[in-house]
């Protein structure tokens, strides 16, 4: 199965030509207007950008009416992440029934982790918040494709019986010989992301592994997958089992804990 992914993965098509031009504006040293022009040039990318500034998630306190607003909020890298987690989700089909979730919600469960991510290292290690709001937001892409592969062999039931009994990345190394993480780096490998990123989503599939100059953002994203995953997120038991997790990687369990509750407040 691995070898079918890898060749699913090299048949991914380029990622549009809209993308590069916002993807350019954002890391040129134009300003934020230039960025903002950019992104008016595709009219999905405006309506996802204006509906994500607008979520209570990320608690701005007036409403964003436009690109440049929410360009002056969000800041050049942060839109372009944003921007970037709208064109692969409209690129790419989401069906991820055999999750036992719908398209909303995934998208749900992304932009929740993200907005926790962003609430946590603003307060813990600042330096980081991008980079790890970029990974918090697009880690379980590779979900996409493994559940089109489910769903290709008739094997929605099975692999949603396996999620009974197995955690998430149980079910699908069971099933694929991989996990969608890893397959969410092997995307972006080959879309030719940020190497940080990818290695960021790589080692996050086992942060005890991880070099030390990685360990604490793949360890960040590790706690995330759990509090925000697909089988229960946010609930009682997912919180409690993040703490414990985030406690034994050396974070201030305190800081995470005051973020979970104002997030679900």
């Not at 890391?27 to 996802?48: H, L, Q, S, T, Y």
């Not at 396996?162 to 069971?174: H, K, T």
């Not at 890893?182 to 070099?211: C, G």
């Amino acid at each position: 199965m691995t070898d079918e992914l890898k060749t699913r993965v090299k048949s991914l098509p380029p990622l549009p030509e809209s993308f590069q031009k916002i993807r350019q504006a954002c890391e040129g040293d134009g300003g934020i207007d230039e960025v903002a022009k950019a992104i008016e040039g595709d009219p999905m990318v405006v309506a996802d950008l204006l509906k994500t500034a607008n979520s209570p998630l990320y608690g701005f306190n007036r409403q964003i009416k436009n690109v440049l607003q929410a360009v002056s909020l969000f800041g050049k890298t942060m839109t372009k992440s944003l921007v970037m987690n709208s064109t692969i989700k409209g690129l790419l089909k989401i069906d991820v029934r055999p999750y036992g979730i719908t398209p909303e919600q995934f998208v749900n469960i992304s932009n929740l982790q993200s907005a926790i991510a962003k609430r946590w290292f603003k307060r813990i290690m600042p330096s980081l918040v991008e980079e790890l709001f970029l990974c918090a937001l697009l880690q379980d892409t590779g979900k996409i494709i493994l559940a089109d592969e489910i769903i290709r062999e008739n094997a929605v039931d099975r692999f949603k019986g396996d999620l009974g009994v197995m955690s998430v990345s149980e079910a699908e190394r069971d099933y694929f010989g991989t996990t969608s993480v890893l397959l969410t780096a092997d995307i972006f490998d080959h879309w030719r992301f940020e190497p940080n990123m990818i290695d960021f989503i790589r080692h996050s599939d086992d942060p005890s592994a991880a070099p030390d100059d990685r360990q604490k953002v793949a360890a960040a994203l590790y706690v995330l997958r759990i509090l925000c995953g697909v089988k229960d997120p946010l609930s009682q038991k997912s919180i409690e089992l993040a703490i414990n997790t985030a406690k034994h990687f050396g974070f201030d369990t305190q800081i995470l804990a005051d973020v979970i509750g104002e997030v679900k407040a």
